[in-house]
């Protein structure tokens, strides 16, 4: 039963266009459907269109995998001006999810400001960066690829938090940063540590090595020649949205990290912008009947086990965390 007239969720939706090879795991699952004991039930919408209740009454077991659809606030003054945009929407925009396939994002501004540095923030900056030569042989969506090629936009400031070893991207996604064709992506090599924390776990250890190599490489760039850059920038955090109606700009606190903990400095800027992209993770919404946790945005469950006949799986179940890899265990 989905919500949307078409099966695979976040595969479908919610996955870059030009990633491919990420989307084929949907020929797996495609299998499952195309099985003569299973029947999909399109347009139809736990919590609108059915209860649980009513679910319960026909089934012996309901698996809620609804998983974590709504974006993160936040929680900064100015954050419902016009202009800013949660990932979920922004790239259901792009992918021509039909939920979101009419946001009409404003992308007649110079400078974009994207909050996160995770693989979704890397997600956003590289398909606003990509040329319509590099996304031919993508799904992104039509009226998305002429509006992303049409737009004046010089500069994506990606902001996070934290520093380099805390950052949430893989290397992976931060190594195609570096080939763009039509932008360069600039890091400032003040901010890189020479090697990871000695007391790191070793495995970790060598993954967050393998990225503060790549951030050196992307570090010896000039941004020159290009039509559009990325700037990835760490130790800051958004503290207000500045403008009238609309974005016109956003400050920006400056940050440190200690014993693990990210410490406000007092020390502001302001940037001017006309589109911010807020990539700070999802969560789920309650719906009637389902025991929910309201902090975590997760139904709450003891180990998958939500009420009698009743499961969650995925990021309903652990909150939106890991990649489609990471979580098709739950598939199984």
């Given amino acids: 039963i989905d919500k949307l007239p078409t099966p695979f969720g976040l595969v479908r939706g919610g996955v870059a266009p030009d990633h491919q090879h990420t989307k084929r795991v949907d020929r797996k699952y495609a299998e499952t459907m195309e099985h003569e004991s299973v029947r999909l039930v399109g347009n139809l919408a736990l919590g609108r269109d059915v209860s649980i209740d009513d679910l319960t009454a026909i089934y012996d077991a309901v698996v809620l995998a609804y998983g974590a659809p709504w974006d993160n606030r936040l929680g900064i003054p100015g954050e419902d001006k016009k202009g800013v945009y949660g990932s979920n929407a922004f790239v259901g925009w792009y992918n021509s999810h039909p939920e979101f396939r009419d946001l009409d994002p404003d992308l007649d501004v110079e400078a974009v400001a994207v909050i996160g540095i995770g693989n979704v923030a890397i997600d956003v900056a590289r398909v606003l960066s990509r040329t319509p030569e590099e996304m031919v042989t993508t799904d992104i969506a039509d009226y998305a690829m002429k509006r992303i090629d049409a737009s004046p936009i010089k500069d994506i400031f990606m902001f996070g938090r934290r520093g380099p070893v805390e950052a949430a991207f893989t290397n992976t996604e931060l190594k195609e940063m570096g080939a763009l064709k039509g932008a360069t992506t600039v890091v400032d090599p003040a901010v890189i540590p020479a090697d990871p924390p000695a007391d790191m776990d070793p495995r970790e250890q060598k993954v967050r090595a393998r990225i503060l190599e790549t951030l050196r490489e992307l570090s ?105 890899g990471t979580n098709r265990l739950d598939s199984y």
């Fill in 220 to 324: 010896k760039a000039k941004a020159e020649g290009q039509r559009r850059t990325v700037h990835i920038e760490f130790f800051a955090m958004p503290v207000e949205i500045l403008g009238g109606e609309a974005v016109e700009g956003i400050r920006m606190e400056r940050t440190r990290v200690e014993d693990g903990r990210c410490v406000a400095t007092g020390e502001t800027f302001d940037l001017p912008c006309g589109l911010v992209v807020t990539c700070i993770g999802s969560r789920a919404e309650p719906i009637e009947g389902i025991p929910f946790n309201e902090r975590s945005g997760i139904v709450e469950n003891d180990e998958g086990r939500v009420l009698p006949g009743v499961y969650a799986v995925g990021w309903l179940k652990r909150g939106a965390s890991g990649t489609i």
